[in-house]
């Protein structure tokens, strides 16, 4: 069984920066792509970065490209998403997911839909003050 725990989350002011871990456990961390999704208050849960399984590659929706960079260490089964400069907006509930298909099965990048990760972590909670 696939478990993704979330980690890093707080409380931050404007301007500020906080690094998001997800620790996953359960299949070959190293095989699949590994996302971040977010859901703020009132709102549906939106895509935020994507990273191929071998970290060559990478996307971002426009909200956050410059200010927050998606990485993994394979060796550890850990994603990352550091977040800079962070806004108000950004508060949310971040998500990490995994990708359902792995990597020998060339799936398709970027992938920023919901319904093409198949395990989710829990959530972290981040509120960032005016």
């Known amino acids: 069984q696939v478990q993704l725990v979330e980690s890093g989350g707080g409380l931050v002011q404007a301007g500020g920066s906080l690094r998001l871990s997800c620790a996953a456990s359960?299949?070959?961390?190293?095989?699949?792509?590994m996302g971040w999704f977010r859901q703020g208050p009132g709102k549906e849960r939106e895509f935020v970065a994507t990273?191929?399984?071998?970290?060559?590659?990478?996307y971002y929706a426009d909200s956050v490209k410059g200010r927050f960079t998606i990485s993994r260490d394979n060796a550890k089964n850990t994603v990352y998403l550091q977040m800079n400069s962070l806004k108000p907006e950004d508060t949310a509930i971040y998500y990490c997911?995994?990708?359902?298909?792995?990597?020998?099965?060339?799936?398709?990048?970027?992938?920023?839909?919901?319904?093409?990760?198949?395990?989710w972590g829990q959530g972290t909670q981040v509120t960032v003050s005016s």
């Open positions: 997911a995994q990708d359902s298909l792995p990597g020998w099965r060339k799936p398709r990048f970027p992938k920023n839909e919901e319904n093409e990760y198949d395990y």
């Open positions: 990273i191929s399984w071998n970290g060559g590659a990478t």
């Open positions: 359960g299949r070959t961390f190293s095989s699949y792509a």
